[in-house]
Each structure stands twice: as C-alpha cells, then as structure tokens.
C-alpha cells in the first residue's frame, strides 16, 4: 500500500468522524418545537437579581396555564402574541408591589441562545423563538428556561415526564436524546461546533 493511498484513507476516516460530530442531526426539530424564556435583571445587584426572580414567578404564573394547552410551538407563539399585555402588566405589578419604578418590557421574537444546561437536560446553542423580560436598563444576569414545553417549573420533574412532554410536541426519542445526552462526547463536540458557527454566522 503506497504512502499517499494511506494517507488519503486516513483523511477520509477523519472526515467521516467529524461529519458525525457536525450539527446536522436534528439541531433544528429542537429549535423549530421548543419556546425559550429569557429573563433579564436591571444588574447584578442582590436586590435587582431578587426583582427577577419575583417577575419571573409572575410571569410564568401566567404563561404556564396558557401554553399548558398548546400541542405546537407555532400555537404557543399565537397564544404568548395576544397575551404580551397581560404579561407585561403582571410584571409590572409585583415591581411596583415591592416599591420599584423599573420599567419592564416584554418581547416575543427570535434570540441567539449559548448552550444552556438545566435539571435534566441541555439545549443547543442556536437560535430560538424566545420570550424576553427586560428589566429597567437589562444589564444583569439573566434567567433562562424553556418555557414551552412547559418545563420551567419542572426543577424535580422526571426525566421520563419531560421526554413525554416534548414527545406530544413533535420530537421523536432520537430528537429527544439531543438535549439529554450531552454528556456523550459526540454531542459536546456537536453544541460546541453550534456555538464556534454561531460566532462566525450570527
């Protein structure tokens, strides 16, 4: 076997490994199911970081039994659309509750997300349908979560009920493995390709 035929089978093998390592995989089912929420403080100061948590409870207390009913993203984008006044007004209210004057808007659009680890699973970095809550200047640490499926309240949900529930959204168990098994070296490669592409083509 000559030197130049073996390194072109050498070539062709590395190539063949990082094709499966590229995000090509069922990356988009994800982006094209799931709504995100981004919560965004005025600062990182403790009593900032605290208004957060607290319009984050407010608002969920009003996403959550709205998108409870949707069986697809594009009905929850509908849904969140005609309740943005609402949602806004339900913040607005627990920062005045605490003696606040910070302004708060809300916004349904597209948003580039990192790579984001939660209880039980990890979603690609990419970009999402999100819902953002902007805090006064919007310059803290932000809150993030996936709003729909509805797991944002789900800190001790199983991992078998949060499978089902983006099963009944349109992923297939495959899909599924994407956000829950990255601790399996192909997908970390995978999310951080995501991530190093968002850079150069965001």
């Known amino acids: 076997m000559s ?9 062709s093998l590395v190539i ?3 094709l499966s390592f590229l995000p090509v995989h ?39 039994p709205l998108v409870a009913g949707c069986a697809t993203q ?17 913040a607005k209210k627990v920062i005045e509750a605490t ?23 990890a979603f690609p970095a ?15 640490q932000n809150w993030w979560c996936c709003l729909f499926p509805p797991l944002c309240l789900s800190a001790a949900t199983a991992k078998e009920d949060n499978e089902d529930a983006f099963i009944q959204v ?7 493995g994407i956000i829950t098994e990255t601790g399996k070296t192909k997908y970390k490669v995978r999310f951080k390709v995501l991530e190093v592409l968002e850079d150069w083509f965001g």
């Open 170 to 176: 349109g992923l297939t168990k495959d899909q599924y």
């Open 16 to 18: 063949l490994m990082a």
């Open 126 to 140: 990419g970009r999402y349908v999100s819902l953002r809550v902007c805090i006064g200047a919007a310059e803290g």
């Open 74 to 90: 594009a009905e929850a984008v509908e849904v969140l659309n005609t309740h943005l006044a609402d949602l806004e007004a339900a």
């Open 26 to 64: 069922g990356e988009q089912e994800v982006y094209d199911t799931v709504v995100r929420l981004h919560v965004l403080a005025n600062s990182d100061s403790e009593e900032d970081q605290a208004l957060k948590l607290k319009v984050r409870d407010a608002v969920l207390e009003v996403t959550s």
């Open 3 to 11: 030197t130049r035929f073996s390194v072109a089978i050498v070539i």
């Open 99 to 121: 003696g606040r004057s910070d302004t708060v808007t809300v916004l349904l659009g597209e948003e580039d997300y990192p790579t984001r680890t939660y209880e039980s699973c």
